[in-house]
Each structure stands twice: as structure tokens, then as C-alpha cells.
């Protein structure tokens, strides 16, 4: 059972970039998912989620209206497309997947987690 995140790099502010939540040896439909973000000199944030039964989705309010959190038409992928992006948003994302219906947004309820992509906004 695997997760991996990907799709981090480095931008400009006012771009975008998409990550990925590829997992293996599960089906992420299954799974509520849960992206969060870890700052240098920072604690561990979420930033959104999404419910594995009816597909509600939550945002962090620092990036609503900025990110969108979709699964992938491929079962197992799951998506974090940030547009507008801040320098505050650099840090690496990781995405986390636990066997629940609605997705804790507290991260040390997660049983999965892939390792993390850094994501870096700097002009």
C-alpha cells in the first residue's frame, strides 16, 4: 500500500501547478484524502479534503477560492490543482488517505501517507 504525491516545483507568484495523489495496492475511491502542507520552521497544516462517499469537499480558508481538490477520471489519483499561488504557499505537499467516509482534517488521523513534494512559490 502506497501513496505518492507529485507534481511539485518551482513557480512564480500568480501561477499555478497541479499535484497528484497516486496510490497503489488500494483503491483511493475507498478512502477519504486529505492534502496538507509542512512550511520550513512550520507545523503541518491542512489545506483541503475530500469525503470518499458523497464527494464533499473542504478548504482550508487560506487557499479557498484557489485550490480545487477533484479525484482523477484513473481510480486511484487524486488532484490538488492551486492556482494564484502565494510565496506563502511554498512548502511540501503531501497528500493522505484514511478508510473513512468523511476525512478527519486533523492529519494524525490518517493511517497513509505518501512522501511529500515541495512546492516552491518565489519570484
Known amino acids: 500500500v502506497q501513496l505518492q504525491a507529485s507534481g511539485g516545483g518551482l513557480v512564480q507568484p500568480g501561477g499555478s501547478l497541479r499535484l497528484s495523489c497516486a496510490a497503489s495496492g488500494f483503491t483511493l475511491d475507498d478512502y477519504a484524502i486529505g492534502w496538507f502542507r509542512q512550511a520550513p520552521g512550520k507545523e503541518r497544516e491542512g489545506v483541503s479534503w475530500?469525503?470518499?462517499?458523497?464527494?464533499?469537499?473542504y478548504y482550508a480558508d487560506s487557499v479557498k477560492g484557489r485550490f480545487t481538490i477533484s479525484r482523477g477520471n484513473a481510480k486511484n489519483t487524486v488532484y490538488l490543482q492551486m492556482n494564484s499561488l502565494k510565496p506563502e504557499d511554498t512548502a511540501v505537499y503531501y497528500c493522505?488517505?484514511?478508510?473513512?467516509?468523511?476525512?478527519?482534517?486533523?492529519?494524525?488521523?490518517?493511517?497513509?501517507w505518501g512522501k511529500g513534494t515541495l512546492v516552491t512559490v518565489s519570484s
Open positions: 493522505a488517505a484514511q478508510s473513512t467516509q468523511v476525512p478527519p482534517t486533523n492529519g494524525g488521523r490518517y493511517g497513509y
Open positions: 475530500l469525503s470518499s462517499g458523497d464527494g464533499s469537499i
